[in-house]
């Protein structure tokens, strides 16, 4: 098995316009298998654009992007979402929970792409909410949760389709520090010998729950 899980290569990302930003200027990472990595730096540095880069939602100006020993850059539209689906987990600062469906619902939904019947995809959705915690929670609706389950409900999302990189972006930035602990604890037990975690965050504690912290400063890590 390759050991590195991800390996960016001199990737830049310029947004054109009237005056063109260089959000990235050359960017080299490499995130191993089993590690949890915390990426910080100061507002405006790219690192938004880079999780939106390894998340594959956008495609850089130039480099090299390899997940798991595929090179990004060869595929096409369709093999992209492809790879996104079954490689790839999200976790967002405002949950993204869709209001109308309830936890086991909400938590199937990255198993939609995966042709299983759908009690078996209620069953591991199901599996994942008792996980964290939520069995007792299963049929509630996003409104009718906490922050803190929430953020629960979203990680159980994350992880139900087993993701090689789980990709987390200011997880706790709407969470008091009770519930955040609660969350960063959570995530760290996602980290797997086959699975990685990469946080973007502000957040002093959760990168200290990180086994490394790679600073992004004017677009390349510093
Ligand atoms: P961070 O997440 O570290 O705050 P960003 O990745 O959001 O940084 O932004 C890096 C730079 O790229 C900033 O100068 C920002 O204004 C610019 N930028 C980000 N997204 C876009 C976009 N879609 N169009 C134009 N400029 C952008």
Same mark, same amino acid.
């Given at each position: 098995? &390759?050991?590195? &899980?991800?390996?960016?290569? /001199? &990737?830049?990302? +310029? @947004?054109?316009?009237?005056?063109?930003?260089?959000? *990235?200027?050359?960017?080299?990472?490499?995130? $191993?298998?089993?590690?949890?990595?915390?990426i910080?730096?100061?507002?405006?540095?790219?690192?938004?654009? *880079?999780?939106? &880069?390894?998340?594959?939602?956008?495609?850089?100006?130039?480099?090299?992007?390899?997940?798991?020993?595929?090179?990004?850059? $060869?595929?096409g539209?369709?093999?992209l979402?492809?790879?996104?689906?079954?490689?790839?987990? @999200?976790?967002?600062?405002? @949950?993204?929970? *869709?209001?109308?469906?309830?936890c086991?619902?909400?938590?199937?939904?990255?198993?939609?792409?995966?042709?299983?019947?759908?009690?078996?995809?209620?069953?591991?959705?199901?599996?994942?909410?008792?996980?964290?915690?939520?069995?007792?929670? *299963?049929?509630?609706?996003?409104?009718?949760?906490?922050?803190?389950? $929430?953020?629960?409900?979203?990680?159980?999302?994350?992880?139900?389709?087993?993701?090689?990189?789980?990709?987390?972006?200011e997880? +706790?930035?709407?969470?008091?520090?009770? /519930?955040?602990?609660?969350?960063?604890?959570?995530? $760290?037990?996602?980290?797997?010998p086959?699975?990685?975690?990469?946080?973007? +965050?502000?957040?002093?504690?959760?990168?200290?729950?990180?086994?490394?912290?790679?600073?992004?400063?004017?677009?390349?890590?510093?």
């Open positions: 098995m &390759i050991k590195s &899980i991800v390996q960016l290569l /001199n &990737i830049t990302k +310029t @947004f054109p316009g009237s005056i063109a930003v260089s959000a *990235l200027r050359g960017l080299d990472l490499e995130i $191993r298998r089993g590690e949890m990595t915390a910080v730096g100061p507002s405006g540095a790219g690192k938004s654009t *880079l999780l939106n &880069i390894l998340g594959l939602l956008d495609v850089p100006t130039s480099g090299r992007y390899l997940l798991n020993g595929t090179d990004t850059s $060869r595929l539209e369709r093999e979402t492809s790879l996104r689906a079954v490689t790839l987990g @999200f976790v967002f600062q405002a @949950f993204h929970l *869709l209001p109308h469906l309830n086991v619902g909400n938590v199937m939904l990255p198993l939609a792409h995966q042709g299983w019947p759908r009690r078996e995809r209620a069953r591991l959705a199901t599996e994942a909410l008792v996980r964290v915690g939520l069995g007792h929670r *299963l049929d509630a609706r996003p409104a009718t949760l906490s922050g803190g389950e $929430r953020q629960r409900v979203a990680v159980a999302r994350a992880v139900v389709h087993s993701p090689s990189v789980i990709l987390c972006d997880p +706790t930035g709407n969470l008091d520090r009770e /519930n955040s602990t609660q969350v960063m604890d959570l995530l $760290r037990r996602q980290v797997t086959e699975r990685s975690l990469i946080i973007v +965050t502000h957040d002093d504690a959760a990168s200290a729950c990180a086994d490394r912290v790679v600073k992004v400063v004017d677009g390349v890590v510093c």
